[in-house]
């Protein structure tokens, strides 16, 4: 009896050592992206970990003020060591469900510009805003026009109100009510082409076909960063752009 209780806990030891080996290994040697412990890096390609990491810098509306200053500055930080400027926003209270935490606005760097410019958005959008335009954005325009996108154009990021601008009490809050969304209507090119997600989603468009592929392109890509993308695939409010966003749940269409 002892010594089986003695090969049980050698045992017990051995798969230790094996799990502890195994840890370190994958902590070496695994991409930096693939693991959820390793810090957000804006430059690294989007990995199996890398929703979990902008998800760290999500703060809940209960969360308290010291709470939200301490992750919006690593948020802020992390930003800034990819070589985006930005700067701290005044939170918004707007009443209601239109409450806005850790708020930013991207002033300038290492990403393509939006026009208007000077958008709050919850910094965790700011993030997956940059990965996209590093990750899907330039790579998609590059591939399809050899060419680098100098403005996104858009619709904005705040706006409270209810899904679909509805007065239902019953419906949800949008996420622009959290400016926790971008809506995307076009990229303009350096080679001074616009595409436009109403005029070429359907390939009849100044852009044909190349204009629908592009824009497809970019909006699959987004599903990898963002939570909810949705697009003129997904019902006719979303005709004339890409919308964005960083909510709990998930959808691509």
């Known amino acids: ?16 050592l094996a799990l502890c080996a195994g840890f370190a290994l994958l902590n070496a040697f695994a991409p930096p992206q693939d693991l959820p412990w390793k810090p957000l890096d804006l430059n690294r390609p989007i990995g199996q970990a890398t929703a979990a990491q902008v998800a760290d810098f999500a ?9 939200v200053e301490a992750v919006t ?25 239109c409450q806005v935490r850790n708020a930013v ?21 700011a993030v997956r805003y940059v990965i996209w335009d ?21 619709f904005g990021t705040y706006s409270c109100r209810r899904i679909y601008g509805s007065d ?3 419906d949800r809050p949008s996420e622009h009510a959290r400016a926790n969304a971008l809506d995307v209507g076009s990229v303009t090119l350096a080679d001074g082409r ?24 970019i909006r699959d890509g987004a599903c990898r960063v963002f939570s909810t993308v949705l697009s003129p695939d997904y019902n006719e409010a ?12 998930g959808l691509c269409a």
């Open 59 to 67: 703060v809940s509306f209960s969360a308290p003020d010291e709470e």
């Open 194 to 217: 616009t595409v436009s997600v109403q005029a070429d989603w359907g390939g009849q468009g100044p852009q044909g076909v190349e204009g629908a592929g592009f824009i497809r392109r």
């Open 73 to 97: 500055a690593a948020c802020i930080q992390t930003l800034r060591e990819a070589g985006v400027e930005v700067r701290r926003a005044e939170d918004i209270d707007g009443g209601d469900f």
């Open 134 to 154: 590093r990750q899907v954005l330039k790579p998609a325009a590059q591939a399809a026009y050899g060419s680098t996108p100098v403005s996104v154009n858009n």
């Open 238 to 249: 979303h005709a004339d752009h890409l919308h964005l966003d960083g909510a709990p749940r």
């Open 105 to 125: 606005v991207i002033t300038g760097g290492a990403v393509t510009p939006l026009s208007p410019g000077n958008l709050a958005m919850q910094c965790p959008l």
């Open 168 to 170: 239902d009490p019953a």
């Open 1 to 16: 009896m002892k010594r089986d209780f003695a090969d049980f806990w050698n045992l017990l030891w051995e798969v230790g």
